[in-house]
């Protein structure tokens, strides 16, 4: 099958190794020059830079490699045309081989999409129930579940930075108002970037005596972990405002019984964040500084794209509340994503991790 423009696109831009290796090697003479590390900030973001095209370089040649030793394979297979079982055997793992790098490939081809600033970070994710209840602060709960096991399919770290439990429902069941975490590893930010806005649920609710059918919305915003003095991004002390309160889970029992929990409130845009789970309290206060910092930063692109948007006579909107996804299970079964139209009936696995569906369909389509 011939391959589109775009498709033909990301393979040369993906596995352009030759362009990758004259731009190592111009890092590389510049990190060797002495005063390398007097502009800290750009020395910081050449080395980022070196690190990450090391990589693909890496990542290049491996799967060229494979490629090369398949084949390999199949030239051998097509010669076993006396020996039926032992071609029938080479053709299978021919095949088994073939589906592997072909995933790979799919892998290295998406990394394509991922070339923003921030896109190779971590990322910090906030779920925030909306009305609703109990049925939407257990909304919150499953999104939060979806999302944990999301990451573990990628080996990404989840760590819960901060969480507000809802009031105890039935069966033991204990909501959350909100909750904010951050997945640590290779590309989390540019694979869930997109994930930003409203997510919808509709089903026979949990907490309803009559069994009554019931819609749920939660929010949900995904940031960068960003470099404030890279990005010029400045705090002033009197700008913000510092509380510390006691670490506390479901039910008010205190898992910390010192008061480590640190709220913060940036007095000129009315921006509120919070940490808790540090160790420490100025542990804490430095991770709520982090999230403030890439809010801030939201805050400043946004503002840009709505100057460009006015200089351009279009009106565009750039609010993380538009609601992004449905997730029906009754009375049927669908999700839905209303911005790419990629839907499946299998709602189970989607709330159990599996969304490269929609996460791949948002990536390409708005790079397509």
Request: hydrophobic content about 35%; charged content about 30%; some cysteine.
């Amino acid at each position: 099958m011939k391959a589109s423009a775009r498709e033909s696109h990301c393979w040369r831009t993906a596995f352009d190794n030759a362009q990758k290796k004259e731009r190592i090697l111009e890092i590389e003479i510049e990190v060797s020059k002495p005063e390398f590390w007097n502009d800290r900030n750009r020395a910081l973001r050449l080395s980022q830079e070196l690190s990450a095209l090391k990589e693909e370089k890496e990542l290049f040649e491996k799967i060229f490699a494979e490629w090369q030793d398949l084949s390999e394979l199949a030239k051998i297979s097509s010669l076993e045309e006396k020996d039926l079982p032992r071609r029938q055997a080479g053709l299978s793992e021919l095949e088994q081989q073939t589906a592997i790098l072909a995933e790979k490939v799919k892998n290295a081809e998406l990394q394509v999409f991922l070339s923003e600033k921030y896109d190779r970070g971590n990322a910090v994710l906030t779920i925030t129930a909306g009305a609703g209840g109990q049925d939407a602060q257990d909304w919150v709960a499953l999104l939060f579940r979806m999302y944990e096991r999301y990451c573990a399919k990628k080996n990404w770290n989840v760590k819960v930075l901060h969480e507000s439990f809802g009031d105890p429902g039935p069966e033991g069941r204990i909501g959350i108002k909100q909750v904010t975490f951050e997945a640590a590893g290779t590309y989390a930010y540019g694979f869930l970037k997109k994930e930003n806005g409203v997510h919808r649920l509709v089903r026979i609710s949990p907490f309803s005596a009559k069994a009554l059918r019931h819609t749920s919305f939660a929010a949900l915003e995904v940031l960068p972990k960003i470099d404030a003095a890279q990005e010029h991004i400045e705090i002033r002390p009197e700008d913000i405002q510092v509380e510390m309160t006691r670490s506390s889970g479901p039910g008010g029992q205190n898992v910390n019984k010192r008061e480590t929990a640190v709220r913060m409130v940036h007095i000129p845009t009315g921006i509120v964040v919070e940490s808790q789970t540090q160790r420490s309290q100025q542990q804490n206060k430095e991770k709520a500084l982090e999230i403030l910092a890439a809010k801030l930063y939201l805050v400043q692109q946004q503002a840009r794209a709505q100057e460009l948007a006015s200089l351009k006579g279009k009106q565009s909107s750039i609010e993380w509340g538009s609601q992004i996804r449905s997730y029906v299970l009754a009375p049927y079964q669908l999700v839905k994503d209303h911005r790419t139209n990629a839907e499946t009936s299998n709602t189970q696995a989607v709330l159990n991790g599996e969304l490269d569906e929609f996460i791949e369909a948002e990536l390409t389509l708005k790079n397509g």
